[in-house]
């Protein structure tokens, strides 16, 4: 299996554009999460999908911010608009389920730096 | 509710001496617990894994961790350190919260080693 695969690797935008960062979990796992991760911050646990849908999106900054996983290989994390503020990099992480539900390690793709000019 | 505490920050030791990350947890139930390291400019990668069977775990690259109940810690060793292992590691506990099972991720610990 090729990982955790995200795209892009590095994203570069103004102030105000519509950002869409992709990513791939690897297949037979059924929850994929969102991480953000700055110096100021360290890493932060944005949205949290099992089986397609969110279970938890508490650490979703704000509206500007949402995700969707519309089938089990594919979800998408959006910011529209964009803000300085929201330069960080991105990682997605997917994992089985373990026996009684427990959530097994977390596989990471190798993250999209973002920056907002 | 579950948390996890690393208590240093930064941890600094020479190549060749041993490495202690430390690792306290909180939480309701049996948990999961797991150590992932960050290399400069990559993603996170499992160094090894605790789900309730032995409390002593071996990972990758020579480290290991005890899980210890009474303590609630789970403290990540390495009996020699190289130049390689400098990095960022995270401590994660895995609990059931709220009836949803999420992973809650320590601040992190930054170890340096000096040649």
């Known amino acids: 299996d090729a990982g955790v695969i995200q795209s892009p690797r590095h994203e570069v935008t103004e102030m105000g554009q519509e950002v869409t960062l992709r990513c791939k979990p690897i297949s037979g796992h059924n929850s994929l999460f969102w991480y953000r991760q700055t110096m100021m911050r360290g890493l932060e646990l944005l949205i949290y999908f099992n089986n397609n849908v969110p279970i938890d999106d508490s650490g979703m900054p704000e509206d500007r911010f949402s995700a969707k996983m519309p089938n089990a290989s594919f979800s998408t994390l959006k910011i529209q608009p964009s803000e300085p503020r929201d330069s960080a990099v991105y990682f997605c992480?997917?994992?089985?389920?373990?026996?009684?539900?427990?959530?097994?390690?977390?596989?990471f793709g190798p993250g999209t730096r973002l920056t907002v000019l | 509710a579950q948390s996890v505490t690393q208590l240093d920050s930064h941890v600094s030791v020479s190549e060749g001496t041993p490495v202690l990350l430390r690792c306290n947890y909180s939480s309701s139930y049996s948990p999961s617990l797991f150590w992932y390291v960050q290399h400069p400019n990559k993603g996170l990668q499992l160094l090894l894994k605790y789900t309730s069977a032995a409390t002593l775990v071996k990972g990758i690259n020579g480290f290991e961790a005890e899980f210890k109940k009474s303590e609630t810690s789970f403290h990540l060793t390495k009996p020699s350190a190289h130049m390689s292992d400098a990095a960022e590691y995270f401590c994660v506990v895995s609990d059931r919260y709220g009836g949803s099972y999420i992973p809650t991720f320590g601040r992190g610990t930054s170890l340096i080693v000096h040649p």
């Open positions: 992480a997917s994992s089985s389920r373990l026996a009684g539900g427990l959530v097994n390690e977390q596989f």
